[in-house]
């Protein structure tokens, strides 16, 4: 079994930043990608951004210079600093991870149960 638990979810006025955690537990024998997505009320869900097990990073261009994604690979473990947020970040968001299980000969996407985190303006 795999587990993706999010924390540090809530309400800040616009302009103001909160850190959203993510971590992996379970039957892991390899993570190559971890990230955050998001979907706002009436929308589709949609990428925030992404980090690689080496390293590289991907970006929406909306959260660009304002967010940034940063991994720890020993703890199987995500963080989205978000900075200068603005209400139209309001969104569920949530933690996505690539595993290859221990059990398991292909990778696959597991989900978070998502974290909200409203900005008001």
């Known amino acids: 079994q795999v587990r993706l638990v999010e924390s540090g979810g809530g309400l800040v006025q616009a302009g103001g930043f909160l850190r959203l955690s993510c971590a992996a537990s379970g039957s892991i024998f390899r993570i190559n990608v971890m990230g955050w997505y998001r979907r706002a009320p009436g929308k589709q869900r949609e990428l925030v951004a992404t980090?690689?097990?080496?390293?590289?990073?991907n970006y929406a261009d909306s959260v660009k210079g304002r967010f940034t994604v940063s991994g720890d690979n020993a703890k199987n473990t995500v963080h989205l600093q978000m900075n200068s947020l603005k209400p139209e970040d309001t969104a569920v968001y949530y933690c996505?991870?690539?595993?290859?299980?221990?059990?398991?000969?292909?990778?696959?996407?597991?989900w978070g149960q998502g974290t909200q985190v409203t900005v008001s303006s």
């Open positions: 996505n991870a690539h595993i290859l299980p221990s059990s398991g000969t292909y990778y696959l996407d597991y």
């Open positions: 980090i690689t097990s080496g390293g590289s990073t």
